[in-house]
């Protein structure tokens, strides 16, 4: 019989919607797509597959990249404003505290499905701006058997995976860890993960429960970006240390239950329980100014800043599905509501401290608290969805969700009183689609979607361009924000041609009112500077695919053009910009593009059977230039960030039923490379790039930049006991 694709067009447990009548780009992934590649974690494979989808290295990590999906990001970086919302089993996994992401949180092996959803679809909630992300987790059910994984090579790496599932009558169980380990591929930038996942369900012919944990132990070291005058060696840091130390419990519920044949209800609960520890070394950008009131010279050389998030959030949903009507003109109603809370209590400390000769800070006096806060936030949504056949060809869905949000801040060391406040958000956002199905080899469609998001707690506590902060920043009594309100349009059409050839094509505008923007001040360090709302910014572009199965080769292509521009003029503080005024501003137009995003993006991706028992595959992955940050107005004379190619390439050889032996390698041409940029003042211009202002020399305005990793190989197996093992089936989600 035909696959039949089913898309969650809401986070929560449903029936769904078949592909052919959801009016939008979707892309569907499986575990065994995930699988065969052999990427090092789940960015590595959507930056490398998935349309429309760019990553960058600001932090030199690579279980902490910011990725961005049409102009949006979901980002580990507090700093970086968010406009994708990511969940797990339908529960939301962008952190209260700043709406960040954690990769590293999210054990790939765990992963059954995923769904990546454009649009600022009002089903999915608050920070849907420009598309949501819906993962699927493994059950016994679906996974039987288990495994065994291992593999090493380049930088040390050595990672290690087992997994097991199976079913005892009603019951069903799934379980696996993930453990990775390198000292990186540049200097100061090990990483070491430890992953764990078990879910236990329960299901007869109406009820289908299931409850599972995800753990996570992780210690994550970075290494900023680089000047330009750094780039003839990429493996040195600018300053260090700079460590991220990750802790995750988080427990979710999910269930359904047919009321009738004609009534589903589902829901989830859960609680996420999260810890931050950072360290942050920086370079002291009042060093050689004057104290007016004592008149000594700052000669003080960096910082060293240390902070903890403890973090608890929890929320549960519920909704009831109700279909109805004849076969020609059914009818699927969704009502639901949902509600998420967090609090997180955010403390800092800071010391002064001095470079060595390496770029390592030595502290020089005792920590010293600056910052002890709490924040706390509650969203709560009340929704609606409608998806209604008005003739065999044609489907017009429907849909709405009321979001309010409240945020509160409180100071706790009482020397901050003006930072105490509440703040309350509230708005209804609508959403409309039309399909037509001409036969079932295509559809095209039109849709209209609202979303929005309101400022984080971060947000609101570094919002003013007199008192820029530091990230994770010091909490001030800022001018408040207001919300960001996006709406997007889509036409497309998607089918298969001569049964071999599966294609899509979309064209998609949305606009964003009241963007709030990461205004950057620093000189040497890109963590300084403040959230501002500057009007209205807009997103807009082609996205062009190709699919298809011949014999023993098969091919997936993506292309996609994306203009990202600012529409409001504004001005903002960019010292480090050829371009600025005296008072270190620059004034941004109509038309200036936003920093980050490559215009052009081509990926290719080949797989080639060779027999039975051995294939081998390629990723190909192009993206154009880009603006850094910093260069809001596109005028500084540094330029774009240049573009690149990459090739990877994979092999698996199974010289048994149950052993499987891969290699992979990434950039195949060592190609030297950079995704992220940012304008900043090198303070490194002694010899041998030492702290240079001791030796009299001034600090020199350059572009960073943060390379890419150079090539790598890795070698490893697969051993499977019955059932699907490590590697994963080609199921498309869980039961649900």
Not at 128 to 154: F, I, M, N, R
Not at 455 to 481: G, Q, S
Not at 529 to 549: D, K
Request: proline share 6%; glycine share 10%; net charge negative.
């Amino acid at each position: 019989m035909p696959t039949v694709v089913v898309i969650g067009t809401t986070p929560l447990p449903g029936l769904g919607t078949p592909i052919q009548d959801v009016p939008a780009n979707v892309q569907v992934y499986t575990s065994t797509d995930i699988a065969r590649q052999g990427q090092t974690n789940l960015t590595d494979f959507m930056e490398q597959n998935a349309g429309s989808i760019t990553a960058n290295a600001a932090q030199g990590n690579p279980f902490q990249p910011d990725i961005n999906f049409r102009g949006f990001t979901a980002s580990p970086l507090l700093g970086t404003p968010q406009g994708i919302s990511v969940f797990q089993d339908g529960a939301r996994i962008n952190e209260p505290f700043g709406d960040i992401v954690n990769w590293d949180l999210i054990p790939q092996s765990a992963i059954a499905g995923m769904q990546l959803i454009p649009g600022s679809n009002p089903a999915f909630g608050l920070n849907t701006l420009g598309g949501a992300l819906a993962l699927y987790t493994k059950s016994g059910t679906e996974y039987p058997g288990g495994g065994l994984q291992v593999s090493g090579g380049s930088f040390g790496r050595k990672t290690a995976q087992a997994q097991w599932g199976g079913v005892a009558g009603s019951l069903d169980y799934f379980a696996t860890g993930e453990f990775f380990d390198d000292r990186g591929w540049a200097q100061h930038n090990p990483s070491r993960v430890e992953q764990l996942f078990a879910k236990v369900g329960w299901q007869n012919e109406k009820t289908d429960l299931d409850l599972s944990f995800t753990g996570a132990d992780n210690r994550l070291q970075g290494t900023q970006t680089l000047p330009l005058s750094f780039l003839n060696d990429i493996q040195q840091a600018y300053t260090f240390p700079d460590l991220n130390i990750n802790k995750l419990a988080f427990v979710t519920l999910k269930g359904s239950r047919f009321l009738s044949d004609s009534l589903l209800l589902g829901g989830n609960a859960y609680y996420r329980q999260y810890r931050n520890q950072s360290v942050a070394s920086d370079v002291n950008d009042d060093y050689g100014s004057i104290d007016p009131n004592t008149g000594a010279i700052d000669q003080v050389q960096a910082t060293n800043d240390r902070s903890v998030i403890d973090q608890r959030s929890y929320g549960a949903g519920l909704q009831l599905v109700l279909t109805a009507g004849p076969r020609a003109h059914s009818n699927q109603l969704t009502i639901g509501t949902s509600i998420d809370a967090g609090h997180a209590r955010f403390t800092q400390d800071a010391q002064d401290a001095q470079f060595t000769a390496n770029r390592n800070t030595v502290g020089i006096d005792d920590f010293a608290l600056e910052t002890d806060a709490d924040s706390s936030s509650s969203y709560l949504g009340l929704f609606a969805a409608d998806t209604f056949h008005l003739t065999p060809k044609w489907t017009l869905t429907g849909s709405g969700r009321y979001n309010h949000a409240d945020i509160s801040i409180s100071d706790r060391t009482g020397l901050s009183p003006l930072l105490n406040g509440d703040h309350s958000f509230s708005r209804f956002n609508p959403a409309v689609g039309l399909n037509y199905n001409p036969d079932p080899h295509l559809t095209g469609y039109l849709t209209y979607n609202e979303g929005v998001r309101p400022p984080t707690a971060i947000e609101l506590t570094c919002a003013d361009a007199n008192a820029p902060c530091k990230l994770p920043n010091d909490f001030l009594a800022d001018p408040a924000l207001r919300q960001i309100v996006s709406r997007t349009i889509e036409a497309g059409a998607r089918g298969t041609w001569r049964s071999v050839w599966q294609w899509s094509a979309a064209l998609y505008r949305t606009q964003l009112d009241n963007d709030i923007e990461f205004i950057s001040t620093a000189a040497g360090a890109s963590t300084a500077g403040y959230f501002s709302n500057v009007g209205t910014t807009r997103r807009q572009g082609v996205e062009l695919s190709l699919r298809t199965q011949i014999q023993s080769l098969s091919l997936a292509t993506h292309y996609t053009y994306t203009d990202a521009t600012f529409r409001t003029p504004f001005s903002e503080s960019s010292p480090s910009n050829s371009t600025a005024d005296a008072d270190g501003g620059i004034q941004v137009l109509p038309g200036d593009h936003i920093p980050g995003i490559p215009t052009h993006a081509l990926k290719l991706r080949l797989d080639y059977a060779i027999s039975s028992h051995v294939s081998v595959g390629t990723n190909v992955l192009v993206n154009s230039s880009s603006y850094p940050r910093g260069d809001e107005n596109n005028l500084d004379a540094g330029g774009k960030v240049p573009g690149y190619t990459l090739v990877n390439l994979d092999a698996q050889w199974r010289p048994a039923d149950s052993l499987e032996i891969f290699a992979r390698v990434s950039n195949l041409l060592d190609r030297r490379y950079s995704n992220f940029g940012i304008l900043g003042e090198n303070f490194f211009t002694g010899p041998n790039h030492t702290f240079g202002p001791t030796a009299g020399v001034d600090p020199r305005t350059e572009q960073f930049r943060g390379p890419g990793a150079p090539f790598g190989i890795w070698l490893g197996a697969r051993y499977s006991m019955g059932g699907s093992g490590v590697s994963g089936s080609s199921g498309a989600g869980d039961r649900d």
